[in-house]
């Protein structure tokens, strides 16, 4: 079966650094996504890995590796606004995407 | 990024009734379309997907006939939840893609069924 594993929740502190890890077992890998989710709202597009390495965008940065089927989601100087879910999705050989449960990630002052 | 407008973004409505979610693609042609139901405090569940022009392809569990998926334009795809019931009351939210590119997302539609 397809199966992604992320941990259910995280607490940090405010101007921390916090890393998400995601560990997948899919059939076929046509990319990986992490969305970020507020409570009530739709997902929001964080990121896309396809290939090996580290993509970095402003505070987020996002490391795939597809022979370990691990990836992370590193969020630098955490600000009260970044307490959200995260969810990490592999889009399948079917293109489909395959959702992880999320990480509902809570950053104290 | 691209932008789906999804509407309404809440409806309440009587048990029995239907509710139409609209979304619209508004600078991308969206060729397949993604509807998912979220329920409190769990993962999006993929509801069905859809090809512009052609049959929505239905998960395990969802029944098709009460769920209607029309994505009859490159722009525009619609559920219709029929005769609804409180057990339907969740967050809907649709995904358009064109191509292998990363998925959009709509605002998202809180149904409430009373």
């Known amino acids: 079966g397809q199966n992604i594993d992320q941990p259910t929740e995280m607490t940090a502190t405010e101007g921390a650094i916090v890393q998400i890890n995601c560990t997948y077992q899919t059939s076929g890998f046509n990319g990986l996504f992490w969305y970020q989710q507020h409570a009530g709202e739709a997902p929001t597009f964080l990121s896309y890995n396809v290939l090996d390495g580290l993509e970095e965008k402003g505070r987020f940065s996002s490391f795939l590796s597809r022979s370990k089927g691990y990836s992370y989601l590193l969020l630098k100087e955490l600000q009260m606004k970044d307490s959200a879910s995260y969810l990490c999705?592999?889009?399948?050989?079917?293109?489909?995407?395959?959702w992880g449960a999320g990480t509902k990630l809570i950053i104290k002052p | 990024g691209a932008v789906v407008s999804q509407h309404p973004s809440w409806v309440i409505c009587k048990s029995g009734t239907s509710v139409k979610i609209e979304c619209r693609s508004l600078?991308?042609?969206?060729?397949?379309m993604f509807w998912y139901r979220q329920f409190p405090k769990q993962s999006l569940m993929l509801m069905a997907t859809?090809?512009?022009?052609?049959?929505?392809?239905?998960e395990q569990g969802v029944e098709k006939d009460k769920f209607l998926i029309n994505h009859a334009s490159l722009t525009l795809s619609t559920l219709t939840v029929t005769s609804a019931h409180p057990e339907d009351s969740s967050f809907y939210i649709c995904?358009?893609?064109?191509?292998?590119?990363?998925?959009?997302f709509g605002q998202g539609t809180r149904l409430t069924v009373v």
């Open positions: 859809s090809n512009e022009g052609s049959k929505a392809t239905y």
């Open positions: 995904s358009g893609r064109t191509g292998d590119t990363e998925a959009f």
């Open positions: 999705a592999v889009l399948d050989s079917n293109y489909q995407l395959i």
């Open positions: 600078d991308f042609q969206a060729t397949t």
